[in-house]
């Protein structure tokens, strides 16, 4: 068993010494440190500082460079802007025929293309008229998938069908097995020899030179031949840009000499061209 025999206060005398010397010790350490760090970041000050004043004159070289070229860039704007819109003006004599190329691709052999005419519609669009013959509510039908393989077809509309197919009747005392006929015909009876004098005395079928829908003749337009239709359709493209560059707006926002002083109520835009009219006659 071991006894402390010593007062108290000369045990914590003893503590006291040692923490006013580990005070002082941090104290030093803390000073050394901080003196350290002020001569080291004013070595580095002064390096950065040399570092950059010999960097200075390539620096300016390089910003009297780059001003100089601002200079020729804003001189050259016009010039620019011209040879852009004379790269557009000369692109804008084919698009019309490529886009006639494109659609005209996609017409099926049982289609009789008689014009095709394109137009603007707004930016980047473009509405696309189709005119021409079919003779079956079937190719009236065939003839929408056909157009929506145009690429960029966005909406279609079709105009001028003339639905004529035969059709059974309503039975009759003179015919009751219903024989199919197309509206404007004449009634057949049922017996064979009654039907037989019915076409003769009716003479529906033509006997001579009629010159339906401009067939037969030197000069014209061929139209339908019987049986057929005149359709019309209308197809709505996205992303094929038809609209003419304006000269006159392009000028005015580089500030070319020589340009046309804008009209009272703006400058307002040329109405878009609708672009030439492809249309052929058929021998």
Same mark, same amino acid.
């Given at each position: 068993?071991?006894?402390?025999?010593?007062?108290?206060? /000369?045990?914590? *005398?003893?503590?006291? #010494? &040692?923490?006013?010397? !580990?005070?002082?010790? %941090?104290?030093?350490?803390? @000073?050394?440190?901080?003196?350290?760090?002020?001569?080291?970041?004013?070595?580095?000050?002064?390096?950065?500082?040399?570092?950059?004043?010999?960097?200075?004159?390539?620096?300016?070289?390089?910003?009297?460079?780059?001003?100089?070229?601002?200079?020729?860039?804003?001189?050259?704007?016009?010039?620019?802007?011209? /040879?852009?819109? *004379?790269?557009?003006? #000369? &692109?804008?004599?084919? !698009?019309?025929?490529? %886009?006639?190329?494109?659609? @005209?691709?996609?017409?099926?052999?049982?289609?009789?293309?008689?014009?095709?005419?394109?137009?603007?519609?707004?930016?980047?669009?473009?509405?696309?008229?189709?005119?021409?013959?079919?003779?079956?509510?079937?190719?009236?039908?065939?003839?929408?998938?056909?157009?929506?393989?145009?690429?960029?077809?966005?909406?279609?509309?079709?105009?001028?069908?003339?639905?004529?197919?035969?059709? !059974?009747?309503?039975?009759?005392?003179?015919?009751?097995?219903?024989?199919?006929?197309?509206?404007?015909?004449?009634?057949?009876?049922?017996?064979?020899?009654?039907?037989?004098?019915?076409?003769?005395?009716?003479?529906?079928?033509?006997?001579?030179?009629?010159?339906?829908?401009?067939?037969?003749?030197?000069?014209?337009?061929?139209?339908?031949?019987?049986?057929?239709?005149?359709?019309?359709?209308?197809?709505?493209?996205?992303?094929?840009?038809?609209?003419?560059?304006?000269?006159?707006?392009?000028?005015?926002?580089?500030?070319?000499?020589?340009?046309?002083?804008?009209?009272?109520?703006?400058?307002?835009?040329?109405?878009?061209?609708?672009?030439?009219?492809?249309?052929?006659?058929?021998?």
């Amino acid at each position: 068993m071991k006894l402390n025999l010593l007062p108290p206060y /000369v045990s914590k *005398a003893g503590q006291s #010494k &040692r923490a006013w010397l !580990v005070s002082i010790l %941090l104290i030093g350490g803390s @000073l050394a440190a901080a003196a350290f760090m002020i001569i080291k970041s004013k070595g580095d000050l002064d390096l950065a500082t040399k570092e950059a004043s010999e960097a200075r004159p390539a620096y300016d070289a390089t910003v009297a460079k780059a001003q100089e070229a601002d200079t020729v860039i804003a001189q050259g704007t016009g010039y620019a802007s011209n /040879v852009r819109l *004379a790269e557009a003006m #000369k &692109r804008q004599h084919t !698009v019309y025929l490529d %886009l006639y190329r494109d659609v @005209l691709g996609y017409m099926p052999a049982f289609f009789r293309v008689r014009s095709i005419q394109a137009s603007p519609s707004g930016e980047g669009n473009a509405l696309v008229r189709i005119q021409g013959v079919l003779y079956s509510h079937q190719q009236y039908a065939d003839m929408m998938l056909a157009l929506l393989r145009i690429p960029g077809a966005a909406q279609i509309s079709r105009e001028g069908f003339n639905l004529n197919d035969p059709a !059974v009747p309503r039975l009759t005392f003179d015919d009751q097995i219903g024989i199919p006929r197309a509206s404007g015909e004449v009634p057949l009876p049922s017996d064979p020899l009654e039907r037989f004098e019915v076409m003769l005395a009716t003479g529906s079928e033509p006997t001579d030179f009629a010159g339906v829908g401009g067939y037969g003749l030197p000069e014209g337009v061929r139209g339908p031949m019987p049986g057929g239709s005149s359709v019309t359709f209308t197809v709505t493209l996205v992303g094929r840009n038809l609209q003419t560059p304006n000269p006159r707006e392009s000028i005015r926002k580089t500030g070319g000499a020589g340009a046309a002083p804008a009209p009272a109520g703006g400058n307002t835009p040329p109405p878009p061209n609708p672009g030439p009219t492809n249309e052929g006659e058929d021998d």
